[in-house]
Structure formats: structure tokens, C-alpha cells
């Protein structure tokens, strides 16, 4: 196992201060939400994209269900272009939790050999993202999906209530989502219906980074600076250690100390230069940050209203 | 960054001053009728809090072309982040945003002020510890305003803020503005609200709102919007004793039984005495367990894992309780309610009603309806057309159990759900248990029994008893305390 690999960055195991009231707050409520669910619906599963939001939502399900273990699977929908580091991570994860992990890729991608290069960031998402999901969701038969959406990572988001109603053709109607009061979640569907459930709705970017240095939560290495390849395009850091990554004529690749605020598919995810190599680091500089977290990634920026858009159709 | 470097920049929690201050986040809502500048109000919050980042002031500006002569982005953008928000330029639904000053932190929910979409704003305003309702000064305060304030006390909320707001509009006149505030006090007198503070307030070009208006109004002394936000208090602790909806239970392996759920009111530690409702059983709390580690009590809002020290039936939708302080159960209630859905609610429909997590069959007869024009509630039997409020009885075929709204907003909340459509079509709030509330048979004599539990049951269970369920009073408790209380009668 590599735990230490893992955990090098959480510093000072044995101290562990009470939570304070606000994080008390969120992870209380977050909790509630995993209970309603697993206690409401047939057939949950959790999304787990492995970053930094899916880390702290697998804490909280396990603490949730403590002293029992999880009660639904977690699923992966691996788009082939994923960091390795965020794969290890993952299955390490998965073992050391024993966890129950589905891993799909969409096949009809996979044999046509989508590429974020050769067909656009768009299709990609497109096929490999959303359809692979709804895939995923279909053979599961899964009534009720766990994501770790946050309303502060966008405005489409802002407007999303926690339990979110998806037609059998898994679609989005943001003009008319239910009535959501107190914390009474409605949770009648027919069947082929089904629910995105987000504990996470409350948090913010920093909530989640000081939550996972009070509980001390691993997270892949990406997160932490470290010397790494890149090259610059399109005004964005893209990691250049892969071998299906080719240089643009022109492009230097460099190599200096860089690292990421969110995960994803690594030709969409633009990194940033940082000397953050520890949580602390990483929290001061957040605390600081001129820029949304979201800035780094491509899907975002096509135009106003694309995330609305992705969510409509399926996407988390 | 080096690591000496951050050190400055962050508190950790060890370090920070918990006792000086309460870091639970202040819930807010905008309120008040359509255009009237609440999502203009909640974007230049955050942008003169610095919540906006520049990636985000780009795209704003992007966004937001040529919408007023004065060169300012067009602040509601921030928040109208859907689609057909932004064709139409209104709020369809409630928006939540995070922002903080260096005194507190703050969930903010900019609701919509369309009559159409008054759903969304009860969806805002159920959570809410204070509403900011706001009012176009050119308009004056319209029939919508008067539904979002009633609205708004209705779920409990006690703080108002009253921004008379395009104050640059009008001049920055005095007169009007003191006419309205004084307009609207007689508004909050009648519904019962005490805490109101009004400001005059430019949305647009942020005055009042972080920064003081004063070069325009020197004649306004008052606060501004955020100091009125960063005093104002967080909902206190429930007053009624522990409660604990049943969520779920937690059977891992033969030996190990939880009842998992989050705390509705009160606290609870182990060897504590506790009721099972409805059934009235009951048992010691044995243990609280929780993944950090098994605790030695648990307060109002904390999710926890509860063992009892006995064999005892629970299920989800049951309630665990102080024996002492009990809620009410009965077949009958009294209730407040919101209509939210086009088909209104309708009288003797069976529908479903949810509270905690409990979740069964009700019919709902109609008695009175509000005017908001007069604040008047008239009687009422026939349905409650979409966004009525009106107050109704309410009738179980099994027992339910309930505190009275006003004691705790949890275990006094409900929402109904049409189970022909599956949608929520009523949000609302208990008033009392029907006999409690000048229900029938107030003046006849009572009888207490006091009989062994078995034959209880069986009484019961017998149809001359069922009948006229809700009105008897039942308890369970031990012989001794069963003596003690019969002795008090009779001395
Ligand atoms: N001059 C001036 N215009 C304002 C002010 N506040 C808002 N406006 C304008 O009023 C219009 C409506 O503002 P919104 O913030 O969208 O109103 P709203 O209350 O959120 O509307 P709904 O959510 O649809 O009910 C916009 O054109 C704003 O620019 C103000 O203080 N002064
Ligand atoms: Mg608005």
C-alpha cells in the first residue's frame, strides 16, 4: 500500500481539534442527506470523480454509515484520459475502504477512439462524460445518484436544489424543480426517474480545503506542487507526461513546479504554477486566489450558460 | 509561498477565537415584488464583498453589454444564472451564494419576486434567519411585497430588513423614504414582527449596501445593509427537549443496533430515559456513537448513531423523545400552509405528507384563508388556489407526531407531495394538535385511566376507542410514576 504516498501531505495525525461550528454544520448536513437517500431510494450510487469534492463526499458516506459500511457502490466513469496518478489513487482508495467500485468507459467512445485533440473538447465531453453516464446509470438501474456538486462553483449550479429531479432520459428541467423547504427532501419518483442528490450543495471551495485538513483527508498528489511537464495553450498550463500528448509546432515544453485546483481529463484541465507542497500552503493560497477554481477548465469557458446547457442533458 | 509565510494568512482552527465569535453562517433571503432590484442587491454585495473573482468580473462584463447609463455591470447577472433568467431578465428561481466579511460568513438566497414562482421564494424563505425585503421607492410597497413579508413570518422569520431601494431614482427624498418605512411598520405591527430596520438604499450604485450613501444622503444616519447583517442574531437552539427523527437503522452485524438520524431539539446523553413514538415504548440511551469517536452528548443539529440499552421496536419515520417534554401525537392537527403548485390544494384529496422522515397519508380540510389586502383570515372551506395561504385541519389515518412550529422548526414542518404527480404542493406549519386548539369536546369532564400496558393495547385496538382517537391522551410510563401522578390528583 502506499499510504504514505498518499497522506504525506495531511501533517499532525494524532492532534485532531473538534471541528469548528460552521464545517460541524456543513458535515452534519451533508450526513443527514446520505441517510435520507440510502434510507428512500432502491437503488443508490455515488459518483465518484476521484478529486478533491469526491474525496471529502466519500469521507462523509463513511461517516455517515459508520459503524456499517457503505451501503451502495461508488461509480467511476473513466473517460480513458485521466490522470494516472488519479487512477492509483482510486484503487487504492477503493481497497483500503473496501469499497464497491464500478469502473465504465463508454465502449462506442473507446472503439471510435474519442480524443479530446482530434474531436474537440465538446464531443469528448459529450460522449466519454455525459453518455457514458447515462450508460452507467442505465445498466444500473440506479434511482437516486450522489455527486459533489457544489452551488458556489457556478451560477447554474447556484440555482440546483439537493435533491434534483432527472426525467427517465436523465434531463434537467431548471424551470421547474420542485419546491425544496426545510430540510424535508421529496423523494417520490416513478419508476425510471430518478434523483442527483448533492451533500455537498453548502460548501464552498475553501469549506472543502479546511475540511479536509481537520479530518485529515488523502487526496491524490496533483493537488500538492511538484516539478512537473507542461506546455502553455490556449492561455492554459497543460500537463505534457503523457504519451498520447503531442507539442504544437512552437511549443516548449517546460518543467517547473506546478499543480491543479480540480481534477479531470488531463488535456481539459489547466494547472497552475504553485509552490504549494502542503495543505497549509495550499489553503493560504486559496485564500488569496484572484480566479475561480473553475477557470482551469475547458468546458466551462465555450460560453455563458454551457454548464446549464451539460446539465440539461445528463452531465453532473 | 513558503511555509512561514502562511502561517500568517490563516487561522487555523486550533488557533482561531471560537468563544468570540459564532461562525455558523447568517441564512438570509431577498425578498419583495418583481424588478424591484434583489438580485441587482445580492450582486453588488458580492461584489463589493470581493466574492467575485476576476474570471468571473470578465465574464460579467462580458455578459452584461450596455443596460444602464451609468457604465455599471449589470449586477443581477451574477446571481440569474439561468438561461431563460437571463432572456427574460428575471429570477425564475432561488440562487444561493456564499460570501463573507471579516466579521461573519453568510448563505444568502436571492428568491424570485414573480407571483408565478412564489414556490421558489418559500423554498428560500424556510431556511432563512433574517429576509431583506426589498421595495422599488417609485412603487411603493404592492400587494407581492405584503405576500413575500407574510410569507416570510409565517416560516419564522423574525428579523427584517426593509430596503427602500433605486433611492437615486427619487432624488434621495427624505419624505418618501420615511413614508414608506413608516407605511411598512404598521405591515410588520399587524403580522407580529418586531425587528425591522429600514434603509434607504441605491442597489445599483451601492449605496448603503457595504459602502455609506452619505455624499447622497446625508441626512440617512443609519446603518448600512451589511452592518445590519453582521449584527443580526443566528436562529437560537430549540426550546422544546431532544428529539430525534429516525432515519434509519443501522444493523451491521447481530450485535449492533443504531438509530441514525440528526438531533431536531435539545440534547441527549447516555443513561438518558427516552420514549419511542408513536408506539410509547420505552428505553435508556445507551450509547452515542459517531465515527470520530463514542460521544458523551449530542445537541440540536448533530447527525448521530443512538443505542439503546433494550430490545425495542424501531423504524424509520419514528421519533425517539425526552420523556418529560414529549411532542404531540395525535390523528388531528392544526396547520398553517402555503399553496406552491397550480392545482392548488384541494379539499379531501388524500396527499402525502412528509415531516423529518416520516412520511404518510393526510387529508386536508381548508378553514380559513388570509387577505393580504387587509390581513385578515376569512373563512374558508373550498381549495386553496396556487399561492394562498390558508389554515387548515388536518386528518391521519395513522397517529403522527408533531410540535407546534412555532416551539421548533424542524419537528413542526411539513410539506405535502400530490401522489398523482409526485410534486410538492404545500409547504407548512403546525399549528397544534386539533383537541389542544379549541377542538371538540373541550368542556366535557376527562377520566384518566391508569392500566397495564397489555390491556391498553388491546383497548385500543378495539373500534369503539379508534373512533374517536384523537381525543384521548395517552402517555406511557412506569407504575411508580403512574402512583405519583394519580396522587397529585388527588391531593
Ligand atoms: N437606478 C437603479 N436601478 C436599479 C437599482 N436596483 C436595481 N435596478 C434595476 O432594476 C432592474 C431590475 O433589477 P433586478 O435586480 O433584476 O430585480 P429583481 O428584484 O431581482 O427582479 P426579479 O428577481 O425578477 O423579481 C434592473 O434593470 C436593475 O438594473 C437601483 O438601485 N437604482
Ligand atoms: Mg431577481
Redesign the pocket.
Known amino acids: 500500500m502506499h499510504i504514505s504516498e498518499f497522506d504525506a501531505h495531511t501533517q499532525d495525525k494524532q492532534a485532531k481539534p473538534p471541528l469548528d461550528p460552521h464545517l460541524k454544520a456543513l458535515e452534519n448536513e451533508a450526513i443527514h442527506i446520505f441517510r435520507e437517500v440510502a434510507a428512500e431510494f432502491e437503488r443508490p450510487v455515488m459518483l465518484y470523480s476521484i478529486g478533491k469534492d469526491s474525496s471529502v463526499l466519500l469521507h462523509l458516506a463513511r461517516k455517515a454509515f459508520y459503524p456499517g459500511r457503505i451501503p451502495f457502490p461508488l461509480l467511476h466513469v473513466d473517460t480513458g484520459w485521466k490522470f494516472p496518478e488519479m487512477i492509483a489513487f482510486r484503487d487504492e482508495m477503493a481497497k483500503r475502504f473496501d469499497l464497491d467500485l464500478v469502473v465504465h468507459t463508454n465502449p462506442r467512445g473507446a472503439k471510435e477512439n474519442i480524443s479530446p485533440f482530434t474531436h474537440g473538447s465538446a464531443l469528448h465531453t459529450d460522449i466519454m462524460k455525459t453518455e457514458a453516464l447515462r450508460q452507467a446509470l442505465d445498466a444500473g438501474q440506479y434511482d437516486a445518484a450522489f455527486g459533489g456538486a457544489r452551488r458556489d462553483e457556478e451560477a447554474s449550479r447556484a440555482k440546483e436544489r439537493i435533491y434534483s429531479f432527472r426525467t427517465p432520459d436523465h434531463k434537467w428541467d431548471p424551470r421547474n424543480q420542485r419546491p425544496e423547504l426545510w430540510n424535508v427532501y421529496n423523494g417520490m419518483i416513478r419508476r425510471g426517474e430518478s434523483v442527483r442528490a448533492f451533500p455537498l450543495s453548502n460548501w464552498t471551495e475553501v469549506d472543502i480545503w479546511r475540511y479536509i485538513q481537520a479530518e485529515n483527508i488523502p487526496l491524490p498528489p496533483l493537488y500538492y506542487a511538484a516539478k512537473r511537464k507542461f506546455v502553455e495553450r490556449d492561455g492554459m498550463l497543460m500537463w505534457a507526461e503523457d504519451k498520447r500528448f503531442e507539442a504544437l509546432p512552437g511549443e516548449q515544453v517546460q518543467e517547473d513546479y506546478i499543480r491543479f485546483r480540480t481534477l479531470g481529463c488531463w488535456p481539459l484541465t489547466g494547472a497552475i504554477r504553485s509552490h504549494a507542497t502542503t495543505l497549509d500552503d495550499v489553503i493560504a493560497e486559496l485564500e488569496i486566489a484572484t480566479v475561480s477554481e473553475r477557470q482551469g477548465r475547458a468546458i466551462d469557458r465555450d460560453q455563458a450558460g454551457s454548464m446549464e446547457k451539460k446539465k440539461r442533458e445528463g452531465y453532473f | 509561498m513558503t511555509a512561514t509565510a502562511t502561517a500568517a494568512v490563516i487561522a487555523p482552527a486550533a488557533e482561531a477565537a471560537p468563544a468570540l465569535r459564532d461562525t455558523r453562517p447568517l441564512r438570509l433571503i431577498?425578498c419583495?415584488?418583481?424588478?424591484?432590484?434583489?438580485?441587482?442587491?445580492i450582486?453588488r454585495l458580492l461584489w463589493d464583498t470581493k466574492a467575485v473573482k476576476e474570471d468571473q468580473a470578465a465574464a460579467l462584463n462580458r455578459d452584461s453589454g450596455k443596460?444602464?447609463d451609468?457604465g455599471l455591470p449589470?449586477?443581477?447577472l451574477l446571481?440569474?444564472g439561468l438561461q431563460a433568467e437571463r432572456e427574460q431578465?428575471?429570477?425564475i428561481d432561488v440562487a444561493y451564494r456564499y460570501f463573507a466579511t471579516d466579521k461573519r460568513s453568510f448563505i444568502v438566497a436571492?428568491?424570485?419576486?414573480?407571483e408565478q414562482y412564489t414556490r421558489n421564494m418559500a423554498t428560500g424563505a424556510s431556511t432563512a434567519d433574517l429576509a431583506v425585503l426589498?421595495v422599488d421607492a417609485r412603487a411603493g410597497i404592492l400587494e407581492q411585497t405584503r405576500r413575500h413579508a407574510t410569507i416570510a413570518t409565517l416560516m419564522g422569520i423574525k428579523q427584517f430588513v426593509l430596503a427602500i431601494?433605486?433611492?437615486?431614482?427619487i432624488n434621495y427624498d427624505k419624505a418618501r423614504f420615511d413614508e414608506l418605512a413608516l407605511e411598512f411598520k404598521e405591515i410588520a405591527l399587524s403580522l407580529g414582527v418586531k425587528q425591522v430596520t429600514a434603509i434607504p438604499?441605491?442597489?445599483?450604485?451601492g449605496e448603503n449596501v457595504v459602502y455609506d450613501g452619505k455624499a447622497s444622503m446625508p441626512w440617512y444616519e443609519g446603518p448600512t445593509l451589511v452592518e445590519v447583517l453582521e449584527l443580526a442574531t443566528v436562529r437560537s437552539a430549540q426550546t422544546v427537549g431532544f428529539r430525534l427523527p429516525v432515519q434509519r437503522v443501522s444493523r451491521p452485524g447481530e450485535s449492533f443496533r443504531g438509530y441514525q438520524g440528526t438531533v431536531a431539539g435539545g440534547a441527549v446523553k447516555p443513561g438518558d430515559s427516552v420514549v419511542i413514538l408513536p408506539s410509547g415504548m420505552v428505553a435508556n440511551v445507551k450509547q452515542i456513537v459517531t465515527f470520530d469517536l463514542v460521544r458523551n452528548a449530542a445537541v440540536a443539529g448533530d447527525a448521530i448513531t443512538l443505542v439503546l440499552d433494550r430490545q425495542v421496536d424501531v423504524a424509520r419515520g419514528d421519533m425517539i423523545a425526552t420523556i418529560d417534554a414529549q411532542p404531540q401525537v395525535g390523528l388531528a392537527f392544526d396547520a398553517q400552509l402555503v399553496a406552491l403548485q397550480p392545482g392548488g390544494i384541494e379539499p379531501g384529496k388524500r396527499y402525502w405528507l412528509k415531516s423529518g422522515s416520516r412520511r404518510q397519508r393526510v387529508t386536508v380540510q381548508p378553514s380559513s384563508l388570509l387577505d393580504l389586502k387587509s390581513g385578515k383570515w376569512n373563512r374558508h372551506d373550498g381549495a386553496l388556489p396556487m399561492n394562498a395561504i390558508g389554515k387548515v385541519h388536518l386528518s391521519f389515518d395513522e397517529a403522527a407526531i408533531f410540535d407546534a412550529y412555532e416551539l421548533n422548526r424542524t419537528t413542526g414542518a411539513f410539506i405535502l407531495i400530490d401522489p398523482d404527480t409526485n410534486n410538492t404542493v404545500a409547504g407548512g406549519m403546525i399549528a397544534g394538535k386539533r383537541g389542544d386548539v379549541g377542538g371538540l369536546n373541550n368542556e366535557a369532564e376527562r377520566v384518566i385511566l391508569s392500566l397495564p400496558a397489555d390491556l391498553a393495547d388491546k383497548i385500543l385496538a378495539s373500534g369503539i376507542l379508534s373512533e374517536r382517537r384523537d381525543e384521548v391522551d395517552i402517555r406511557r410510563t412506569n407504575p411508580g410514576r403512574a402512583a405519583e401522578l394519580l396522587g397529585e390528583l388527588d391531593s
Open positions: 431577498t419583495g415584488s418583481v424588478d424591484d432590484g434583489k438580485s441587482t442587491l450582486g443596460q444602464n451609468l449589470d449586477f443581477a446571481l440569474d431578465g428575471i429570477t436571492d428568491t424570485p419576486g414573480h426589498l431601494n433605486k433611492i437615486d431614482l438604499v441605491s442597489a445599483l450604485k
